[in-house]
């Protein structure tokens, strides 16, 4: 197993190892006992993978392809899921005025209170369509790539949304807070309708509502806005990467105008979103002879799910 694995398989093992530590030590609570099993579960099923398919227990087949995919992304998208549990057991302070202090600082003001004057139902449908839309950005970009990819655009592109998630995710540990929405006083509630009713459903139900530094609604989008203008040459980001840049700009710009993100949060997304892109492509072209001579038996990083035949 040590033999086969790759960079990302000991990113996700330091991870999940890491965010079990940190919970571990947390005081006891419920939200301690909810995050403890939900830690656990994710690094169980992480070292269950490496073992099955970089162990070699089952052999190179089209079933190892699928167990090792499915094995090492679920556990890295679901960790989102145990942010809701694992940040309030932290029982953290709270960072907003200090955040607040830099924009203020910086800018005079915070974006979201100056894009308070644009408070009108067809502008704020607008940027929370664009915000809503943002998890059908995620599973276009990612799910038609982990099956259907191959190569360093495969490599590239899972290697860049595995650092923005871990990396995003640890952070969100030593940078709590709750945004603009819930830490000052605006002159008027937000005057949103069907898409704006949606992101607040959606926030209820699945947000942690600490994870705002680094917004990753904005680390995200850029990334695969970067990540399809360096494969602009190849469909389908030929036509589609003007279109992912144009959602990835609206995006950026909804978190603040609907008040859960600070500007500096925005700062620290687009940031991460650069990080993301180029640790992609120096892993993938470190990676990129992995089993392709005959003093390397290595496997593949991603195993094609269709090996080639002899």
Excluded at 19 to 24: D, G, I
Excluded at 36 to 41: G, M
Excluded at 142 to 160: C, H, N, Q, T, W
Excluded at 294 to 299: A, G, K, P
Aim: charged share 15%.
């Amino acid at each position: 197993m040590i033999h086969n694995l790759a960079i990302q398989d000991v990113a996700c093992l330091v991870f999940h190892s890491f965010m079990l530590v940190r919970v571990w030590a947390a005081p006891d609570s419920a939200d301690a006992t909810m995050a403890r099993r939900f830690a656990l579960t994710l690094l169980t099923v992480t070292i269950s993978t490496l073992l099955l398919c970089r162990g070699e227990v089952l052999g190179k087949s089209r079933l190892r392809s699928y167990v090792y995919r499915i094995g090492l992304f679920a556990p890295t998208v679901l960790s989102y899921f145990e942010m809701a549990f694992l940040l309030p057991a932290l029982e953290p302070v709270m960072l907003d005025a200090t955040l607040r202090g830099i924009d203020e600082m910086v800018l005079g003001t915070t974006p979201s209170m100056w894009f308070n004057q644009f408070n009108t139902p067809p502008v704020v449908e607008w940027f929370a369509f664009f915000y809503y839309s943002y998890f059908y950005l995620m599973a276009a970009m990612l799910i038609p790539a982990l099956f259907f990819d191959k190569g360093a655009r495969l490599r590239e592109v899972m290697y860049g949304a595995m650092t923005v998630a871990t990396l995003g995710h640890v952070i969100y540990t030593f940078v709590p807070g709750l945004g603009p929405v819930a830490s000052m006083e605006f002159p008027e509630p937000i005057h949103g309708g069907f898409f704006w009713e949606q992101v607040l459903i959606t926030v209820e139900t699945a947000g942690s509502k600490m994870d705002i530094f680094p917004s990753l609604h904005t680390a995200y989008p850029i990334f695969y806005a970067l990540h399809a203008f360096g494969w602009r040459k190849t469909k389908p980001f030929t036509w589609a990467w003007p279109i992912i840049t144009f959602f990835a700009i609206n995006m950026m710009i909804a978190t603040m105008f609907l008040r859960w993100h600070w500007g500096i949060d925005i700062v620290a997304g687009l940031l991460l979103a650069v990080i993301a892109r180029l640790v992609a492509l120096t892993t993938s072209r470190l990676e990129h002879g992995r089993g392709r001579s005959d003093e390397d038996d290595r496997q593949p990083v991603w195993e094609p799910i269709t090996p080639p035949v002899d």
